[in-house]
């Protein structure tokens, strides 16, 4: 195995703190929507809000664009993590 370059292996160190705390920050995010899925239960709410959704989507691709990222990829990302929401409040929902 040849040797990685420094500046290579920094980068690399520095993707590899980012997607840890990707990791963590979606742990974060899906507690709450847990939180929200067992309160749309209790009250009788339908497991996915189609209207927060699109606001979610609009502000996402936003912050993406202000950003530097491509709105289309943050759209997909926000999208993957909504169904995978739902599906968890359909879970809860059933009992």
């Known amino acids: 195995m040849s040797d990685v370059p420094p ?3 920094r980068l690399r160190s520095s993707i590899d703190n980012i997607d840890a705390a990707l990791v963590h920050l979606l742990a974060e995010r899906f507690k709450c929507t847990q939180q929200v899925g067992e309160l749309k239960a209790v009250e009788g709410m339908p497991p996915a809000d189609p209207a927060r959704e699109e606001r ?6 936003a912050l993406a664009n202000e950003s530097g990222l491509d709105p289309e990829f943050a ?8 169904a995978e929401v739902i599906h968890h409040h359909e879970s809860i929902a059933k009992g």
């Open 7 to 9: 500046e290579l292996a």
């Open 75 to 82: 759209e997909k990302f926000i999208n993957f993590v909504i």
């Open 56 to 61: 979610q989507i609009g502000r996402l691709r």
